[in-house]
């Protein structure tokens, strides 16, 4: 538990220092409209289970740290993941033991981890899908994948993020999407955050 709040709170640090001065309107999105499309029922890679799970875990924020009223919800698997560099990233000798973070309107989940893999996939029974309620409009979507570290006096290692706005999604559509990851932020996080 202690290693998921040190992530949390650099994840918090990182996105203090952000500038939320920028807004969205009149500015196109081409890191994300280029890479989502409509979800089918098979998958380019038969390995990743892209069928939707049946149960999803409730991300609950405690009222006194959201006090707005809910105007809705997301709901966001984590299918697979894949593609970056080895360089510097995760383990030296090694497959990472990937897992997810996801921050949404002051709610965090976390996924199982999938051991030893240089491109998880999450299977329909590990804990990848997440129901988040949704209180500010404008919040942004922020998924950081890690590999686990098994020591508890070390943190986990950053392999990458990426953000998304929501609120650019289309209201009740499923997207099965593929999104790059980066170690810092990027054209695509800056307008994903911007409000």
Known sequence: MAAVRALFDGF????????????????????????????????????????????????????????????????VEVLAAGGWSRAGLGDTFSSEDSFALLVLDGGVARTSAVKDSKAP?????????FRFAIADPSATLFVALFDEDPD???????????????????????YDAWFPLSLKANEGESVATAT
Request: charged residues 25%.
């Open 12 to 75: 918090l640090s990182k996105l203090d220092s952000l500038d939320p001065s920028k807004t969205l309107s009149g500015m196109r999105l081409p890191s994300l409209t280029g890479s989502v499309s409509k979800k089918t029922s098979s998958s380019e890679d038969p390995a990743v289970d892209t069928d939707a799970s049946t149960s999803f875990h409730d991300v609950v924020v405690e009222a006194r740290h959201r006090p707005e009223a809910i105007v809705g919800e997301v709901t």
């Open 121 to 129: 996939v999450w299977a329909a029974s590990d804990r990848r899908a």
């Open 152 to 174: 508890p006096l070390s943190t986990d290692d950053p392999i990458g993020r990426c953000a998304l706005a929501p609120r650019s999604l289309a209201p009740g559509a499923t």
